[in-house]
């Protein structure tokens, strides 16, 4: 209750400046909370992005690993390759 008596005298203080000041504050409070979720997300799609990177890599790698896994078992020889 003592928080709304203090923000009541302020207001009776100051006016009508007083209620446009509080309404940029409360804009301000709330453009700032919408920032940082938005920072959290890029990040958070960041470190999606970057792991996808790394597993499409990494399944490429097998991939080609199998490949000349399997040429070798059928006896190929994979120096006169020249495209996957």
Partial sequence: METY???ADFLKATGPYGIVAILGWAFWRVSE?????VKDLYEKVAQISEAQTSAITKVE???LALREAIDELRGRNTTNRTSL
Avoid at 33 to 37: G, H, I, N, P, R
Wanted: aromatic share 0%; proline share 0%.
């Fill in 5 to 7: 008596a203090a923000i």
């Fill in 33 to 37: 909370k919408k920032d940082q979720e």
């Fill in 61 to 63: 790698a097998a991939l």
